[in-house]
């Protein structure tokens, strides 16, 4: 069975910093999907980046990014220029190609200090 | 466009009860996937349907069903409730089968709560 894995369950950044939020996962499949979602405090999950597994090339969205290193089953998220805005729990989540399932990670709370 | 809606956003409920949850995905859309979220748990997904049939269905006991209608919209029933039932219900709709290659797009929430 598939699992995700963030070890993190919380995380801090400075406005305007850096941040990486660690995601492992486990698969026997090899033509696959992996997410990372934003839960604000609304609870509204917004997705934010996308990975295809069949590509090595990292997806980047505007200031988030992500380092997919399929041998080792890591799929990090990086946050550039962090902004007040980016304070949520945020979601690592995998998805095979036979349907719907979604399987999520146990989320990691990311604060934002000014 | 309008997204994805759930109704009621707030219920409660007292033990042996049932529970109905409405779910209208985004126009066009016709695959709908329900997902219970608890703070023990986490995230876990309870059903998928696609043009009015179940086609994926989570680790949930039997007192957890749906129904997806021809106008895509879908809805979530609970029977007999029980205490650890107390959740958010997320919904969530994609064009075609989700997935991977379909991004789901995820409506507010139901949170239910059994007294």
């Known amino acids: 069975a598939q699992t995700v894995t963030q070890s993190q369950p919380e995380m801090s950044v400075q406005e305007a910093e850096t941040v990486t939020l660690s995601c492992t996962y486990d698969?026997?499949?090899?033509?696959?999907?992996l997410f990372w979602y934003k839960q604000p405090p609304s609870r509204q999950m917004i997705l934010v980046i996308r990975q295809e597994a069949y590509k090595q090339q990292n997806a980047t969205e505007n200031r988030f990014s992500v380092n997919f290193q399929k041998a080792a089953k890591s799929f990090s998220l990086k946050i550039s220029d962090s902004q007040l805005g980016d304070a949520a729990m945020y979601f690592c989540a995998y998805s095979d190609n036979q349907g719907g399932k979604l399987i999520f990670g146990q989320g990691t709370e990311l604060s934002v200090k000014p | 466009k309008a997204g994805v809606t759930q109704t009621p956003r707030y219920l409660i409920k007292t033990r042996g009860q049932q529970v109905t949850l409405s779910c209208s995905p985004i126009?066009?859309?016709?695959?709908v996937s329900w997902y219970q979220q608890t703070p023990g748990q986490g995230l876990q997904f309870l059903f998928e349907y696609f043009s009015e049939t179940q086609r994926n269905k989570g680790n949930f006991p039997g007192r957890f069903s749906g129904r997806q209608f021809s106008n895509s919209r879908s809805e979530m029933n609970v029977s007999t409730l029980e205490l650890g039932d107390s959740a958010l219900y997320l919904c969530?709709?994609?064009?075609?089968?989700?997935?991977?290659?379909?991004?789901?797009?995820f409506g507010p929430g139901t949170r239910l709560t059994v007294l």
């Open positions: 126009s066009g859309h016709r695959s």
């Open positions: 698969t026997s499949e090899s033509d696959y999907y």
């Open positions: 969530a709709s994609s064009k075609g089968l989700a997935g991977g290659r379909n991004e789901q797009f």
